[in-house]
């Protein structure tokens, strides 16, 4: 079992470029997380998805930053355009969902210069 | 509003010594607890959960409401135990939000 996979490992943009990540959840597992880690800081939660429903999106910057979830498998995090800001790791979890174990993948490290 | 407080960034102790890594919540409901844990260059995994009152790798962790802490303890410390240490609170069903971390240095 692979665990979650999330591509790419690292990613070095300029900033207002666009840049995506992709996350391959667990088998079965039908609850998706895209967390944002910053330097010295916990994950903070940026969208959960249950199945293909965004059931909570409330802390995405919603002017630069989306996510999809087609078939309710792998997801996509989009960001454009990038703000220096925006440097940090992104990681993807999955879940049975409800209190279950979170399972997280090993993270994007985003530079933007 | 929901928190989680971890006071120290960076605890050190030599192999073999007691540690005790602190967490404190801030939640109005019934709260369930978490401790996740990162070693050097693996993902973060969880280390263990409140409700489960087990031990793991020798490390306990019991919840205090009356001091709204949930503070990790082990024994005797290891060089393997040397990582990254967040404490989580999971509210709203599946909402889990993690402390700042304190990172554990073991000296031999």
């Known amino acids: 079992e692979a665990g979650v996979v999330q591509s790419p490992r690292y990613k070095i943009i300029e900033k207002k470029q666009p840049v995506a990540f992709w996350c391959n959840p667990i088998s079965g597992h039908n609850t998706l997380y895209w967390y944002l880690q910053n330097l010295g800081q916990g994950p903070e939660l940026l969208i959960r998805?249950?199945?293909?429903?965004?059931?909570?999106d409330s802390q995405l910057p919603k002017d630069r930053f989306s996510a999809e979830r087609l078939k309710g498998v792998d997801s996509t995090l989009k960001i454009q355009p990038a703000e220096l800001g925006d440097s940090a790791v992104y990681l993807c979890?999955?879940?049975?969902?409800?209190?279950?174990?979170?399972?997280f993948g090993p993270g994007t490290r985003l530079t933007v210069l | 509003a929901q928190r989680v407080t971890q006071p120290e960034k960076l605890l050190s102790v030599f192999k073999g010594a007691p540690v005790e890594l602190k967490c404190n919540y801030s939640y109005s409901g019934s709260p369930e607890l978490f401790w996740y844990v990162q070693y050097s260059r693996q993902r973060l995994q969880l280390l263990l959960r409140h409700i489960s009152r087990e031990s793991i790798k020798g490390f306990t962790a019991d919840l205090n409401k009356g001091e709204t802490s949930f503070h990790l303890k082990k024994p005797f410390a290891q060089e393997e135990d040397s990582a990254m240490y967040y404490c989580a609170l999971i509210y709203n069903t599946d909402k889990l939000i993690f402390g700042t971390g304190t990172r554990l240095q073991v000296f031999p």
């Open positions: 979890a999955s879940s049975l969902g409800n209190y279950n174990e979170q399972f």
């Open positions: 998805y249950e199945n293909e429903e965004a059931v909570d």
